[in-house]
C-alpha cells in the first residue's frame, strides 16, 4: 500500500508518496499561474494535476492521503463546497484586526470579513485551505484539525472554540476541529473513479505547511528541536509544556501530548543574498575555519526591525566593520546568525520550554557544513541535518501513521 502527501505552499503545490516502510517511491510538482495572485481555482487544478500525474500502479494502492496548506490562508464555500467570494491568503492583510470593538485573530478576523462581503448569504463553511482541499476529496466539509485551527481562535488546551468566539455570528460556519490525522472519511465515488483511485482510500485531517515540515523530519523527542534555514530563521522546539508570549511572537502548537514552540527571527539566508551569490557562498564557506572566531559582532537583518528573540522593531541592522576579506566576512555573518539562533532557542527556555538538547537543520541552509559546525559551537548541543524536510514528505507520514504520529 501507498500513501500520498500533499502540500500547498506559497508558490506552488507538491506530492509525495511514500510505501510502507516509509520510503518516497513518486514526487510531482503543480505551480501556480500567479502565485501572488492565487486562489481555489488554481488549488483545485493543482490538486487533479498531482493526481493525475501519479503513476495508476499507485493510484490504484493508494491507501490514505493527508494534506497540508498555508497557515491563515482561509475561505467561505456554500453547501456544495464551492467558494462564494475569493479566498484570503496568509499575507492577506485587508481584514486588519477586524472592525470589533474586541481584535480578533488573524484567520478568524479574515472570516468576519469574508461574511461582510457580496455572496456571503450563501456561504455554509468557514475553511482554511488544507480544509477545503480535504473536503473536494470526501465531498464533507465542516472539518478541521487544531494545527490549522490555532489561528482562528481554537483553545488548543481546552480542545474547544472559546465561548466567545461561540458567540458571534460566524460561528455557525467554524468547522469541528478533530485532531491532525483523524480520518476525515473515503475518497468520494466521483474522484475515485476519474483518477482511478483506490475506492477504500481514506483521506485523513492534514495540518499547516510549516508543521508538516517539521514532521518530516522525524523529530519526537522532547528538547529536540528544527531550525529551518531559509529566507529566515524559524525555530521550533518539542516541549513538555506550552509556551506562549505576544512580545516575542512565540506560540505552541498541539503536538499529541507534547507541544511544538517556536519563533522567528527577521535574519537567515535573505542577509546573505544581499552580498553573496549561492555559488560565492559555497566556495567562501569552505574557506572558513569554523572553530576560530571571526573577531566581528554583527546581528545580520535584512532591514531594520527584529521580532524574536528580542523584540525591536526599530533595531538596525548591525553588519559593520566590514573586512576586505569576504571569508571573514561571511563568517561573521554566520556566527551573528548563530548567535541568534542560541538566544533564541534560550528565550524558549526562559519562558518555560524545555532545554535544548539536539538540533535538526532543513532548509537551504542546512547544506552548508561550516555554519553547521558554528551553530553546534554556539549552542552547546548537537547539530545534524535533516534526511528528510520537505512539508510534501511530513504530511505522507501523516497519511500513513494518522493520530499515532504524535506522541
Not at 516502510?21 to 493543482?46: H, I, K, N, S
Amino acid at each position: 500500500m501507498f500513501y500520498l502527501g500533499l502540500d500547498f505552499g506559497t508558490s506552488g503545490a507538491r506530492a509525495c508518496v511514500i510505501d510502507a516502510a516509509g520510503q518516497v517511491v513518486f514526487e510531482a510538482r503543480a505551480g501556480y499561474v500567479m502565485p501572488q495572485q492565487q486562489d481555489t481555482a488554481d488549488w483545485r487544478a493543482a490538486l487533479f494535476d498531482l493526481l493525475a500525474q501519479m503513476p495508476p500502479a499507485l493510484r490504484a494502492a493508494l491507501a490514505a492521503i493527508a494534506v497540508d496548506g498555508t497557515s491563515g490562508t482561509v475561505l467561505l464555500a456554500d453547501d456544495g463546497l464551492e467558494p462564494v467570494a475569493p479566498a484570503l491568503l496568509y499575507n492577506d492583510m485587508r481584514a486588519g484586526a477586524g472592525a470589533d470593538a474586541v481584535p480578533l485573530p488573524g484567520s478568524l478576523a479574515k472570516g468576519v470579513w469574508l461574511m461582510r462581503q457580496a455572496g456571503s448569504a450563501h456561504a455554509r463553511y468557514f475553511l482554511h485551505q488544507a480544509d477545503w482541499l480535504a473536503a473536494l476529496l470526501t465531498g464533507v466539509g465542516g472539518l478541521t484539525d487544531y494545527h490549522n485551527a490555532l489561528k482562528t481562535g481554537f483553545d488548543p488546551h481546552a480542545l474547544s472554540w472559546p465561548a466567545w468566539i461561540q458567540a458571534l455570528p460566524i460561528a455557525q460556519l467554524l468547522p469541528r476541529v478533530v485532531a491532525p490525522g483523524t480520518q476525515l472519511g473515503r475518497i468520494n465515488r466521483h474522484t475515485a473513479r476519474h483518477f482511478n483511485l483506490n475506492p477504500a482510500c481514506r483521506v485523513r485531517a492534514g495540518t499547516t505547511d510549516s508543521i508538516a515540515a517539521f514532521v518530516a523530519t522525524g523529530v519526537e523527542q522532547p528538547g529536540y528541536a528544527v531550525t529551518s534555514l531559509g529566507t529566515t530563521l524559524v525555530l521550533k522546539l518539542l516541549s513538555t509544556t506550552p509556551v506562549e508570549s505576544a512580545e516575542y511572537g512565540v506560540y505552541s502548537h498541539r503536538f499529541g501530548n507534547l507541544w511544538l514552540a517556536g519563533g522567528a527571527s527577521n535574519s537567515g539566508g535573505g542577509v546573505l543574498r544581499q552580498f553573496f551569490t549561492d555559488a560565492a557562498l559555497a566556495g567562501l564557506s569552505m574557506k572558513i575555519h569554523p572553530d576560530q572566531p571571526s573577531g566581528l559582532d554583527y546581528y545580520p537583518l535584512p532591514c531594520p526591525g527584529e521580532r524574536f528573540p528580542i523584540h525591536a522593531p526599530a533595531l538596525l541592522p548591525r553588519l559593520a566593520p566590514r573586512p576586505t576579506d569576504d571569508v571573514r566576512f561571511l563568517h561573521g555573518l554566520l556566527e551573528g546568525m548563530a548567535r541568534i539562533e542560541a538566544q533564541g532557542y534560550a528565550r524558549l527556555a526562559e519562558l518555560g520550554a524545555t532545554p535544548l538538547r539536539r538540533v535538526i537543520s532543513a532548509g537551504g541552509g542546512s547544506k552548508n557544513e561550516a555554519w553547521r559546525r558554528i551553530r553546534e559551537n554556539q549552542l552547546g548541543v548537537p547539530v545534524a541535518t535533516a534526511q528528510q524536510g520537505e512539508a510534501a514528505f511530513g504530511a505522507a507520514r501523516l497519511a500513513q501513521a494518522g493520530v499515532k504520529l504524535f506522541p
